[in-house]
Nanobody, 119 residues
């Protein structure tokens, strides 16, 4: 099982980035996908979530209207489009997938990608 995030970097306030999460080694389309972030000295927080088919999406209040989560199950890849970035969005962003079946929860994480919003 492997989740690899990419697309992070340094961006000015108001700028945009798109994060990608490439999945392999499991049936990506069977898993809910989440994006979390963790800023220095803060707890990890859930930013956005998308259902297996992509039909349901949820966002943290802090990113609603600015971030868009999506997925392409044919490519085994998930995305987080981030617009209107603010310094408070600076964090390491993690891709996470979860599936519960037969009474067991399967929970996998990527290694994270750094997003820094600064002028």
């Amino acid at each position: 099982v492997l989740l690899v995030e990419s697309g992070g970097g340094l961006v000015q306030p108001g700028g945009s980035l798109t994060l990608s999460c490439a999945a392999s080694g499991f049936t990506f389309s069977s898993y809910i996908m989440n994006w979390y972030r963790q800023a220095p000295g803060k707890e990890r927080e859930l930013v956005a979530a998308i259902s297996q088919s992509g039909g349901r999406r949820n966002y943290a209040d802090s990113v609603k209207g600015r971030f868009t989560i999506s997925r392409d199950n044919a490519k085994n890849t998930g995305y987080l489009r981030m617009n209107g970035l603010k310094p408070d969005d600076t964090a390491v962003y993690y891709c996470n997938v979860v599936n519960t079946r037969d009474g067991k929860t399967y929970d996998y994480w990527g290694q994270g990608t750094q997003v820094t919003v600064s002028s």
